[in-house]
T-cell receptor, first 114, second 114 residues
């Protein structure tokens, strides 16, 4: 079975542009979360979605938004890109929203803002 | 808010030796989960081991074991018989009971010397 898949793997954007990152969870997983990992730091929680509803939001500006589709895949959108948005964006999935469910991560999308 | 601190930015160990990575956390909660994740150069976060706070027994997974000291809010990872494939960034993470959000530490880069 495929793991958590993310696309694109790498991308370069210009300041002020908008970007959409995509994530497909493990088959059967209904919960998707997004994390931002700046170089040299640990991942920071951005959003969690379960059954297409937002269940958690981290301390990120409104330029960051996300959604989950009926097939449980998810998109993360970032508007008005800043240089500081350059990071690895990790998607994670789990069966449900229970704490007992193991969280599995994808390999991430590298975003460089120039 | 919960915080996780890893005070060792880098550690190194000889192949086949034992190494211990440190992690402390701050929380006012009594029920929670603690994790160690490994992030190799591929950047995918891989779960190494998990510990439920209500369990007094320390978790073990093959060569990996933890020393969980709840009163001291300490959660260290011991890797026995270190192998070259263990080289990676290691992140300690905290998860509240009933929540999906993971709170990560800053990470420890582990180098294995042949």
């Amino acid at each position: 079975d495929a793991g958590v898949t993310q696309s694109p793997t790498h991308l370069i954007k210009t300041r002020g542009q908008q970007v959409t990152l995509r994530c497909s969870p493990i088959s059967g997983h209904k919960s998707v979360s997004w994390y931002q990992q700046v170089l040299g730091q640990g991942p920071q929680f951005i959003f969690q979605y379960y059954e297409k509803e937002e269940r958690g939001r981290g301390n990120f500006p409104d330029r960051f938004s996300a959604r989950q589709f009926p097939n449980y895949s998810s998109e993360l959108n970032v508007n008005a890109l800043l240089l500081g948005d350059s990071a690895l964006y990790l998607c994670a999935s789990s069966l449900g929203s229970s704490t007992g469910n193991t969280i599995y991560f994808g390999e991430g999308s590298w975003l460089t803002v120039v | 808010a919960q915080t996780v601190t890893q005070s060792q930015p880098e550690m190194s160990v000889q192949e086949a030796e034992t190494v211990t990575l440190s992690c402390t956390y701050d929380t006012s909660e009594s029920d929670y989960y603690l994790f160690w994740y490994k992030q190799p150069p591929s950047r995918q976060m891989i779960l190494v081991i998990r510990q439920e706070a209500y369990k007094q027994q320390n978790a073990t997974e093959n060569r990996f074991s933890v020393n969980f000291q709840k009163a001291a809010k300490s959660f260290s990872l011991k890797i026995s018989d270190s192998q070259l494939g263990d080289a990676a960034m290691y992140f300690c993470a905290y998860r509240s009971q009933g929540a999906q959000k993971l709170v990560f530490g800053q990470g420890t880069r582990l180098t294995i010397n042949p």
